[in-house]
């Protein structure tokens, strides 16, 4: 139905989501990437707005159209990720959906590197990404109240996620199961295991669901979380 149309429960709130992947370029015609559609982000940002919410949408190179109601701002790199959703706070609520590099090549080349012709193979060096979802976890004053990251994991799923939460500082995490038997890493569908503190007591299950109908739960989650 209609944006306009439904109740606003999160009216007045102000939310920035990234989404994507992220670009790290190795020359004028390289990159590193990965394999994140953006599909999950984009359906969260979209369904804030539903719900009433300010939203900015802080997305790496995706080829989805922008969801309706939403601000967005396009990045390439991880680095411009961080300086542009620290350019949104302060905000209410942040949710990290982004499949951030881990790394970036540390001296691009300004121009394309060539074969050499002799069998020398470049070696490239990287450098760590920032991690923002840790960044804005910790930022003081500025801190969203609500921070909400995602834990893409193999094995352990739940143990990892959790060290994940605890390390980054973040309110919750929406781990997932993207190992071989599920492969939902850029598919339709997620399977979350909502880590909603320390005390595994706080957990919630979710059904596997499509990416819209894992939006619409968290959004319902954040709503609730708003009003109690
Ligand atoms: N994240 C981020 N910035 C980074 C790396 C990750 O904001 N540089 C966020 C992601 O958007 C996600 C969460 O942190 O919400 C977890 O990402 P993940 O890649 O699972 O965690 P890492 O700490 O990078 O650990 P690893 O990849 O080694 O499992
Ligand atoms: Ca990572």
Redesign the pocket.
Known sequence: FALQDGPKPLAGKKAVV?SGPTHEPIDPVRFIANRSSGKQGHAIAAELARAGADVTLVSGPVTLPNPAGVRVVQVET?QEM?AAVQGQLPADIAV???????WRVLHRADQKLKKTGDGVIPALQFAE???????ISTAGPNRPSLVV?????TENVVD?ARA?RD??G?DW?LANNVGPETGTFGGDNNEIHLIGGSDPARDEIWPRQSKTAVARSLVARITRHFNS
Not at 96 to 102: G, L
Not at 149 to 153: I, N, S, V, Y
Request: charged share 20%; glycine share 4%.
């Open positions: 990234t991880a961080l990290c959906a982004a499949a951030v590099a881990d990404n920032p991690d923002i979802l840790a960044t990251g995602f834990a893409a994991e990892h994940k390390r980054k973040c995490i």
